[in-house]
Nanobody
Framework: QVQLVESGGGLVQAGGSLRLSCAAS????????MRWYRQAPGKQRELLAT???????NYADSVKGRFTISRDNAKNTVYLQMSSLKPEDAAVYYC?????????????WGSGTQVTVSS
């Protein structure tokens, strides 16, 4: 069984920064792409950033230049450094990953971490 656990969410003032982490654990053979999504109340889940195992990144226009995704393959962990936060960035942030477990390639989700941005 594989688990993704996010951490680092919280309350921050507009213009501030937060760093989210997501650690994968369990029967992991290897991890391909890792992603961060967010979902605000009443809105669809939005893909924010993707990073391949080799470190290639891609960002949604809404966060480009403000958010940075990175990963530590040795720790099976992906990060999201968020800066210049805006009230509209408030949401539940989820990590997602394509993981070869003991059986086959599967897609996994974390349970989310809340980010609140005060104006």
């Amino acid at each position: 069984q594989v688990q993704l656990v996010e951490s680092g969410g919280g309350l921050v003032q507009a213009g501030g920064s937060l760093r989210l982490s997501c650690a994968a654990s369990g029967s992991i053979v290897s991890i391909n792409a890792m992603r961060w999504y967010r979902q605000a109340p009443g809105k669809q889940r939005e893909l924010l950033a993707t990073i391949t195992r080799g470190g290639t990144t891609n960002y949604a226009d809404s966060v480009k230049g403000r958010f940075t995704i990175s990963r530590d393959n040795a720790k099976n962990t992906v990060y999201l450094q968020m800066s210049s936060l805006k009230p509209e960035d408030a949401a539940v942030y989820y990590c997602n990953a394509d993981i070869f477990d003991s059986d086959r390639l599967r897609n996994y989700w974390g349970s989310g971490t809340q980010v609140t941005v005060s104006s």
